[in-house]
């Protein structure tokens, strides 16, 4: 569907004279047969003549970029451009507008991902990205050095094509990578947070650690070092929240603040590393009542992960589920009703006592019904 859209946008593109061509991952992905995230769309227009012909935002204008909303999917119209040197390890300083596609493929990361494609899926191709896609070959469009030096994320996204594709890095690729590891160290925290995330998200994560360690790229991620040497030993691959966890976990509970963690995130992770620690064995029902079920769930897999527990989930959720109180909520008795049985009025003590009376009915000493509430509070009164 989106791609007859695009073909449409190339064809009208085309007939006001400008040349157009789909390129990037909906190419490759196309020729694999995959699904594809997002559609990138090259052509001779300029980004104003882009915008006279479609309705568009300026979302990218710095590097020539504009949006195009249909049905609410974006398609990225780029203009062929050649990209002038850069001084941040990351972005060009400028950019130069080009009549040339051919600039425009030469100035993308890795062949793979510079392979044209028109509206009648004629491809296009100058890099030897077909032939690359076809022996599973990650390969820097270009001397290696000079692109990583240009920008350094890509050192990190030739792993994240290696753990979504399960494509080997080739050999002078990776020899680089590992030479220009230390200019990750120049980069955006934000950055290299996000691309981590997605390179842990791959299908082939695993293999992509590994790359990581042997070309020592772990070391430049400071705080999960331990947690990607772990992380390649393992059976099966973790999900993201478990890496972090478990990194966390393997930190003692605190991992270097440059991550950019959202509020939420980091609070799960503290707070599964927390419950992993405290209890390395056996998770009990206090535990289960104070974290919540989430939290247990990640800290039970953190220790199946580090091989000091079976996987519970399924039991640690019957569990959870059968707790005769989740919350001061459930407690038998209102608030009302225990200031009234009490006769006081409510303070510093009140919370105090709520709490008393959950641990006492998890610990099963108490049952939550009203009739042995009574009867505990009153037995307080004296
Ligand atoms: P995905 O499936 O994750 O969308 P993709 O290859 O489409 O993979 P994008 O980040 O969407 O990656 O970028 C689209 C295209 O833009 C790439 O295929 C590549 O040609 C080019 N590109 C993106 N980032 C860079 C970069 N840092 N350096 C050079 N070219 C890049
Ligand atoms: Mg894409």
């Given at each position: ?41 090259t ?37 062929f451009r ?19 596609v051919?600039d425009d493929v ?277």
């Amino acid at each position: 569907m989106s791609l007859s859209i695009a073909k449409n946008i190339i064809r009208d593109l085309k007939r006001n004279g400008y040349d157009a061509y789909l390129v990037g991952g909906v190419v490759r992905d196309f020729l694999m047969k995959q699904k594809f995230n997002d559609i990138d769309i090259t052509t001779k227009a300029k980004p104003f003549e882009v915008m006279k012909l479609f309705k568009a935002v300026p979302s990218g204008i710095k590097y020539g970029t504009v949006t195009v909303l249909y049905d609410n999917v974006p398609f990225e119209i780029t203009t062929f451009r050649k990209d002038g040197p850069t001084t941040d390890f990351r972005h060009p300083d400028s950019v130069i507008y080009s009549d040339d596609v051919k600039d425009d493929v030469l100035r993308r990361d890795f062949t793979i991902n510079g392979i044209l494609m028109d509206e009648r899926q004629n491809i296009y191709d100058y890099v030897g990205g077909q032939d690359d896609i076809h022996h599973g070959i990650i390969r820097t469009i270009g001397n290696p050095d000079e692109r990583f030096n240009e920008d350094a994320l890509r050192i990190l996204r030739a792993l994240y094509f290696e753990s979504k594709l399960g494509f080997v890095i080739e050999e002078e690729t990776k020899r680089s990578m590992e030479r220009n590891r230390h200019l990750i160290e120049m980069l955006a925290m934000e950055r290299v947070h996000t691309e981590m995330i997605k390179i842990l998200k791959g299908k082939h994560a695993k293999k992509a650690l590994q790359t990581m360690i042997d070309t020592g790229i772990h070391q430049m991620l400071p705080g999960l070092e331990k947690g990607i040497l772990h992380t390649v030993t393992l059976p099966e691959m973790p999900f993201v929240d478990t890496f972090f966890a478990m990194a966390f976990t393997l930190n003692q509970g605190v991992i270097p603040s440059s991550w950019t963690f959202s509020n939420v995130h980091k609070h799960k992770y503290l707070k599964a590393s927390e419950v992993a620690l405290k209890y390395p064995n056996h998770i009990p029902d206090e535990a289960l009542y104070q974290y919540g079920l989430e939290i247990c769930l990640l800290a039970n897999k953190v220790n199946f992960n580090l091989g000091k527990v079976k996987y519970l989930s399924k039991k640690i959720t019957e569990t959870y589920e059968s707790l005769p109180v989740k919350s001061e909520l459930d407690l038998a008795l209102t608030s009302n009703d225990i200031l009234n049985v009490l006769n006081k009025k409510p303070g510093a003590w009140f919370g105090q006592l709520k709490k008393e009376m959950v641990l006492e009915i998890l610990g099963k000493r108490l049952k939550n019904t009203k009739e042995d509430l009574i009867k505990y509070l009153e037995s307080k009164k004296v």
